[in-house]
């Protein structure tokens, strides 16, 4: 499975959720609505969720395993950073 496109849509407002992701896999099949959050430790990856009838998330959809779910975080995160550097350098100058 390859990652084919990552869509980064930065939040702007201020608070943990710092953007949403979409991406495609093999030009096939997208996840939408991946968040990207600022934790304790630093920036991690949310799957998709759905509060169930109990009162819980629950991931709608996710990777099987951990070394997918790494390559996946990693390339996220690097193509956030990447549209925050992009925005820093197209900002105007005051």
């Given at each position: 499975?390859?990652?084919?496109?990552?869509?980064v849509?930065k939040?702007?407002?201020?608070?943990?959720?710092?953007?949403?992701?979409?991406?495609?896999?093999?030009?096939?099949?997208v996840v939408?609505?991946?968040?990207?959050?600022?934790?304790?430790?630093?920036?991690f990856?949310?799957m998709?969720?759905?509060k169930?009838?109990?009162?819980?998330?629950?991931?709608?959809?996710?990777?099987?395993?951990s070394?997918?779910?790494?390559?996946?975080?990693?390339?996220?995160?690097?193509?956030y950073?990447?549209?925050?550097a992009?925005e820093?350098f197209?900002?105007p100058e005051?």
């Amino acid at each position: 499975m390859q990652i084919t496109d990552v869509r980064v849509r930065k939040v702007s407002k201020e608070g943990k959720l710092k953007a949403v992701v979409s991406i495609t896999m093999d030009d096939e099949f997208v996840v939408h609505d991946i968040k990207v959050i600022e934790g304790e430790k630093g920036l991690f990856i949310a799957m998709p969720s759905k509060k169930a009838l109990d009162g819980e998330y629950r991931d709608i959809a996710h990777p099987i395993n951990s070394e997918t779910r790494e390559r996946i975080q990693r390339l996220i995160l690097e193509r956030y950073e990447e549209a925050l550097a992009d925005e820093e350098f197209e900002a105007p100058e005051a």
